[in-house]
């Protein structure tokens, strides 16, 4: 048989195991929120997930102009957007280091006011870090009235640096509804 404890040990006991698990959810929590800071790290480190940067690019570098570098344009509509959402041209051909402006045509199809969010991703992977936005509409959210339409534009270049075995880079809009909740509103 076992001894029975002390009669505060028990409690000491309860105590010291309610305080780890508060340490471990808090510690937990942490590592949560941790987590997408550290993602947008690594994927500025490798250039994985087609992530390009969220602020402006200048250029100020020379054009390649013995180099052709095709650059094709989709944009996708996360379900619930009761938007239209299309670049105005499917593909360029371009040369590294050259400036270029091309448009998106949005469309708020509902009947009340909307805001979107459009969110960038480059393919290859690789190619992300060499595709620069000097100016991009999803550098903001972007609000229409009701049947309202807009042209969003987009000027970039490709870095002279691309990796001579890449030709073609892919943009890809996904246009999200970025309206604020009634929970949020209300705080």
Not at 96 to 115: E, F, K, V
Not at 134 to 144: G, K, S
Not at 167 to 186: D, E, I, M, W
């Amino acid at each position: 048989m076992s001894k029975p404890s002390a009669p505060g040990q028990e409690k000491r006991n309860n105590q010291r195991s309610v305080w780890s698990l508060v340490g471990l959810a808090i510690a937990m929590f942490g590592f949560a929120f941790a987590l997408v800071p550290l993602y947008d790290v690594f994927c500025d480190i490798t250039g994985i997930n087609g992530k390009t940067a969220d602020a402006p690019a200048a250029s100020s570098m020379t054009i390649d102009t013995q180099r052709q570098v095709t650059v094709e344009f989709v944009a996708y509509i996360n379900p619930g957007m009761e938007w239209t959402f299309e670049p105005e041209v499917r593909r360029i051909v371009v040369n590294p280091g050259q400036t270029q402006t091309i448009n998106y045509a949005a469309r708020n199809l509902t009947r009340h006011a909307s805001i979107g969010q459009a969110v960038p991703s480059v393919t290859p992977g690789l190619g992300a870090q060499y595709f620069n936005k000097i100016e991009c509409f999803c550098f903001n959210r972007q609000p229409l009235e009701a049947g309202e339409s807009a042209q969003l534009p987009l000027v970039f270049y490709v870095d002279p640096e691309l990796p001579e075995d890449i030709h073609t880079l892919t943009l890809a809009y996904t246009l999200y509804n970025a309206q604020p909740t009634a929970t949020a509103q209300t705080q």
